[in-house]
T-cell receptor, first 115, second 112 residues
Framework: NAGVMQNPRHLVRRRGQEARLRCSPM?????VYWYRQLPEEGLKFMVY????????ESGMPKERFSAEFPKEGPSILRIQQVVRGDSAAYFC?????????????FGEGSRLTVL | GESVGLHLPTLSVQEGDNSIINCAYS??????FIWYKQESGKGPQFIID?????DKRQGQRVTVLLNKTVKHLSLQIAATQPGDSAVYFC???????????FGQGTELSVKP
């Protein structure tokens, strides 16, 4: 009974490279959320997706960041031309439907370090 | 340049004592308020939630209190154990559906 699976757990990139973070939601969950966490800070909402649809991307930076959740396969958070300020932990969460109660199931995160 | 992060509020308690973690929320339209626990190097774990039409809810060793008048949420942990050491975040559902809005977090340290 796997939970939310994120990979890679750790990723090191040089400035200007691309980072791709993957998230497989819990079985039966069709809603995915991405959050970013800087050291010693809270989780900041980035984007909320259903299969093949972006529902809310109000927390996504306008440039360099994109997310998708295709019909088949994991959700991908893509960061182009990374900068040092992108260094953070990126958490994915899933829910079986748009969670009105707020119970999201989180993965263990992907920690991005930009050199 | 060097980035400076915020330092989390910290709470240090003795093993066996009760802990109270507080949170101020911002959106009076939120339907649900939730507490998450995050251990070092891990993802947040759901602890307990409370609907906006309630003022108290109890779980196993935890109680959440909601005061809508002053937009205040608290988490009480009874007989705190070393395994409770973690960062605790409050979150609210906001008024746009789907996503959760997280507070800053409090680091709980339990001394044996």
């Amino acid at each position: 009974n796997a939970g939310v699976m994120q990979n890679p757990r750790h990723l090191v990139r040089r400035r200007g490279q691309e980072a791709r973070l993957r998230c497989s939601p819990m079985k039966g969950h069709s809603h995915v959320y991405w959050y970013r966490q800087l050291p010693e800070e809270g989780l900041k909402f980035m984007v909320y997706l259903q299969k093949e649809n972006i529902i809310d991307e109000s927390g996504m930076p306008k440039e360099r960041f994109s997310a998708e959740f295709p019909k088949e396969g994991p959700s991908i958070l893509r960061i182009q031309q990374v900068v040092r300020g992108d260094s953070a932990a990126y958490f994915c969460a899933s829910s079986p439907r748009g969670s009105r109660t707020g119970e999201l199931f989180f993965g263990e995160g992907s920690r991005l370090t930009v050199l | 340049g060097e980035s400076v992060g915020l330092h989390l509020p910290t709470l240090s308690v003795q093993e066996g004592d009760n802990s109270i973690i507080n949170c101020a929320y911002s959106n009076s339209a939120s339907d649900y308020f939730i507490w998450y626990k995050q251990e070092s190097g891990k993802g947040p774990q759901f602890i307990i939630d409370i609907r906006s039409n309630m003022d108290k809810r109890q779980g196993q060793r935890v109680t959440v209190l909601l005061n809508k008048t002053v937009k205040h949420l608290s988490l009480q942990i009874a007989a705190t154990q070393p395994g409770d050491s973690a960062v605790y975040f409050c979150a609210e559902t906001g008024n746009q559906g789907g996503k959760l809005i997280f507070g800053q977090g409090t680091e709980l340290s339990v001394k044996p």
